[in-house]
């Protein structure tokens, strides 16, 4: 029986896998400008990375998380019949999102010295969460994140958000269809207080809450805002709001941020309910909505600061702030405004064979306009020289070399421009001579490939 991907996961295929590879481009591109670079950190961490960093009462850590089994750990859990016999540093799990990992990467090889710049970084790959799957949720998804590490500036903050925003516009996602939410959440300062009096509200109201919801009084009271039931919602509707509750500093802060976003024509909406899963938050926070087509999945991207992370994975106080945005609830938003273009697999030429006994020849000219630089494709099922046309045409391709024995006993072949059907003969050798001189360059070397016009235009030919 053939076997499908597992339950929550997809598969790349090429189409989608362009699109990922064209959009982690564009990240590196636009991140760039805006002086970030690239890190990569592994796909798994000590779980305590995250249960620590993210924190344990968050439904991405609490119920999400993949909980890795290497060799030795999988013996011992195996022998204990569960996890308990073993020590925190032979936990491992899958990260559920990028931030605590790159924050524990920053802390361990001390990217941010002390009064040097800020650390400036930016990933992207897939992220594991153990979540019930449905359209725009899965198990296995891909995000795109940056971090700042060493700022507590709020330029900081409207800089990445300013950065957020330009890159969904230059994915093409419109930026009528977007909504950008802002929040403070507050600080060590003012938070507690907050979350307290959101614990008491909640014990008032217990009777109309669901079950979760009365948990989390006591575990994480400000998730209570993220309930989707309908009564819950109604009761949290009513709910101290955090604006009300800011310390001076950080009323200031966001105060700063929102009119740093005013002054950059960016849009926003203020949402004091806007509280995001995960326990590390401080002060700013952000989440980008699509408006239609989005079912009930419709956060694209979203961040905030997080100025207490780098301590809660061992490392000095370091503030901090990031985003994530998840590639496939993207490419969903821009189905969803008819925005979605594939670049369908192209090649610049087409060698064609008359018969078998030029396949030699049509194979050393394949390798040569390759090393050239190339993208050149020639039949590899043996096809008639019609079905080698057509497949030369469905691929795009300008100049068709065709090669047959006639004109191959005197050196020569012809070469047609797929667009204007004019023909000319051609010197083979020649040809071979000129893909010669541009091929075998070094990747990065400063000539630029040979592009086939230039060839086939050429006095030498
Ligand atoms: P979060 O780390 O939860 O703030 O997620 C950041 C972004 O990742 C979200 O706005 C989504 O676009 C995306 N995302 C989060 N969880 C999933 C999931 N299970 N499946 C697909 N995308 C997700």
């Given amino acids: ?19 990922w590879r064209q959009t982690t481009d564009t990240a590196a591109k636009l991140f760039s400008t805006y002086g970030y670079e690239p890190i990569d950190t592994p796909l798994f961490e000590l779980t305590e990375v995250f249960t620590r960093g993210i924190g344990e009462a968050t439904d991405v850590v609490g119920k999400e998380m993949f909980v890795v089994r290497s060799g030795e750990n999988y013996k011992r859990a195996l022998a204990a019949g569960d996890d308990s016999g073993l020590k925190s540093k032979q936990k491992l799990s899958l990260r559920p999102e990028g931030t605590a990992g790159v924050v524990r990467a920053v802390v361990q090889h001390n990217l941010v010295e002390q009064g040097a710049a800020p650390a400036k970084l930016f990933y992207a790959g897939p992220m594991f969460r153990a979540e019930r ?49 802002i929040n403070s959440m507050g600080d060590e300062h003012c938070r507690p207080a907050y ?13 109309e809450m669901c079950e979760e919801c009365r948990r989390r009084a006591d575990t994480n009271p400000l998730r209570a805002f993220d309930c989707k039931n309908e ?14 509750h800011l310390c001076d500093d950080c009323r200031e802060h966001y105060e700063a941020v929102k009119s740093l976003l005013d002054a950059a024509g960016i849009k926003y909406i203020e949402d004091p309910t806007l509280v995001r899963g995960l326990d590390y938050y401080t002060r700013t926070v952000f989440e980008v909505q699509v408006t239609e087509g989005m079912g009930s999945q419709s956060a694209i991207g979203g961040g905030g600061r997080y100025d207490k992370l780098a301590e809660a994975v061992g490392g000095r106080p370091t503030p901090g702030l990031g985003f994530a945005l998840g590639f496939e609830r993207m490419v969903l938003a821009l189905e969803a405004a008819g925005a979605l273009s594939d670049t369908p697999k192209r090649v610049d ?17 394949l390798c040569a ?10 039949d590899h099922q043996g096809k008639s020289l019609k079905s080698q046309f057509k497949m030369a045409d469905k691929l795009g391709a300008r100049h068709v070399f065709v090669l047959g024995p006639d ?29 010669a001189h541009f091929g075998g360059q070094p990747m990065g070397a400063a000539s630029t490939p040979v592009s086939l016009d230039e060839l086939f235009s050429s006095e030498n030919l």
Avoid: W
């Fill in 349 to 365: 030429g087409y060698i064609a064979c008359v018969d078998d006994s030029v396949r030699p020849t049509a194979f050393d000219l």
């Fill in 133 to 181: 799957p449905q359209k725009g949720r899965l198990r296995q998804f891909h995000q795109i994140g940056a971090e700042c590490l060493g700022s507590t500036e709020p330029t900081a903050d409207a800089e990445m958000i300013i950065m957020l925003m330009r890159f969904f516009e230059r994915m093409g996602v419109p930026a009528k269809s977007m909504q950008l939410l």
């Fill in 1 to 19: 029986m053939p076997y499908n991907a597992p339950e929550g996961t997809a598969d790349m295929l090429p189409a989608a896998a362009r699109l």
């Fill in 195 to 207: 979350r307290e009096s959101v614990r008491q509200y909640i014990l008032d109201h217990e009777g």
């Fill in 369 to 378: 306009a390759r090393d050239a630089g190339l993208t050149v494709e020639m």
């Fill in 231 to 244: 009564t819950c919602a109604h009761v949290m509707a009513g709910a101290p709001k955090i604006t009300d």
């Fill in 407 to 435: 004109e191959l006993a005197q050196g020569k072949a012809r070469v047609r421009n797929m667009a204007s059907h004019e023909e000319r003969l051609v010197d083979i050798a020649a040809a071979r001579k000129l893909l």
